[in-house]
């Protein structure tokens, strides 16, 4: 078998979905497996996800395996050529997945590629591709000086090398995760793939960045305003150095720490001083409600018209299943307004999509998405059936 395709979820079916609708196209001709690892969700996904994708392999833990963990038993039941680690959050375009394994064919010295995620807003995610985080790039990021961290002397627009893949969509050679052992399970979730690509680098293998887009929400299955975001995400930290730059002398390895804790600190009182202005009343509740600019045939226009009216929202409607429909759509929007544009994936395609919402990033437009096969609307700040 070529290709298998791993999604961890965790309370998240409707945005798992859509990645596995954009999969559907994205997969097509090339011999596949999609394995989904539920992590004990509380919200139906197994069942949900069972009955609309009986073809995908599901695996249900009965507890929170974390995101290593549970990508390990999937990759331990298949032997294909080649495995693609993918977020529950994202979608990707119809070419994206075949493009991405050609170059892999074409570059055997290639242990694993990342692509170009944008963000929910239309702009790309800077941790498309990084450096690794030595004890200088480290404490440059601490001090919040990143061009260094996420590597941005490199184009945008062609395939470049790089240190570290994200875990969201990376793609690995089976031969180099033979090589270098599968990922490492002390990490819970954050920072197993940058302690995977280094591993892969000190294996002999390249790691690559490729201008193919894909969508990545960015985290919704995690709150990240949580206490227990910023305990997992800093104690992933301290696991790189420790695995990585244990030898280092005190010198070196104590502003590290220090600045990691610090960090970790800071995160945690703006949250608690955030908490405690709003329940004071010192924060502003009386935004707008947002509006829901829905493009896409006549069909999906009067489908979304009947939720726009059983749900209050603001909406207004543009026909049309080609770009210059969404381009209006964009284009119309103004001030500070949070505006979800609401596009019709069935007339557009994924890749259509993308290209639409990363044409000219807003950071007050967000994407939203509607397929005729589910019924729902999604977009970052809530799912919508």
């Known amino acids: ?14 945005f798992v979905e859509q990645c596995l609708n954009s999969l559907e196209k994205a997969l097509a001709g090339i011999e596949s497996r999609i394995v989904v690892v539920d992590n ?42 080649y495995v693609l680690l993918l977020n529950p959050d994202t979608f990707v ?5 075949s493009h991405a394994l050609r170059f892999m064919d074409g570059h055997p010295h290639a242990g694993g590629v990342g692509v170009k995620m944008h963000n929910a807003d239309g702009s790309v995610a800077m941790e498309s591709r990084r450096g690794l985080p030595t004890p200088l790039t480290s404490f440059l990021k601490m001090c919040g000086r990143t ?6 002397n490199l184009p945008w627009d062609e395939p470049v090398r790089i240190e570290v893949i994200s875990g969201a969509f990376c793609l690995l ?16 979730m954050y920072g197993e793939d940058i302690d995977l690509s280094y591993r892969l680098l000190k294996g002999g293998y390249e790691n690559w960045y490729l201008p193919l887009s894909i969508v990545h929400y960015k985290g919704e299955s995690t709150q990240k305003s949580s206490f227990r975001y910023v305990h997992v995400f800093y104690q992933a930290m301290l696991i790189f150095f420790r695995k990585h730059y244990s030898h280092m002398g005190l010198c070196i390895a104590l502003p590290i720490k220090l600045a990691i804790y610090s960090r970790a600190a800071i995160a945690l009182v703006e949250m608690q001083w955030y908490k405690v202005r709003s329940s004071l009343g010192f924060t ?26 059983r749900k209050g929202l ?72």
């Open 1 to 14: 078998m070529k290709l298998t395709v791993v999604i961890v979820n965790y309370n998240v079916k409707y």
């Open 40 to 81: 004990h969700s509380t919200d139906g996904s197994g069942d949900y996800l069972r009955s609309r994708f009986p073809g995908i392999h599901l695996i249900e833990s009965n507890r929170n395996l974390g995101f290593s963990r549970a990508n390990n038993l999937a990759i331990r039941q298949t032997e294909s050529e």
């Open 93 to 97: 375009g119809e070419d994206t997945v």
């Open 147 to 152: 061009a260094r961290y996420y590597m941005s």
């Open 173 to 188: 050679r089976r031969e180099a995760l033979g090589k270098i052992g599968l990922l490492d399970e002390d990490f819970f």
């Open 284 to 309: 502003d509740n009386r935004r707008a409600e947002p509006l829901y600019i829905f493009v896409g045939t006549q069909g999906m226009l009067d489908a979304c018209r009947e939720i726009a009216r």
């Open 314 to 385: 603001a909406a207004e409607y543009i026909e049309g299943g080609t770009g210059g429909g969404c381009r209006r759509a964009v284009a119309q929007t103004s001030g500070n307004r949070t505006t979800y544009v609401v596009y019709d994936t069935d007339a557009l395609g994924y890749r259509s999509v993308i290209s639409m919402i990363s044409a000219s990033p807003q950071p007050h437009v967000k994407l939203g998405t509607f397929s005729s096969r589910t019924g729902i609307i999604i977009t970052p700040g809530e799912i919508i059936t």
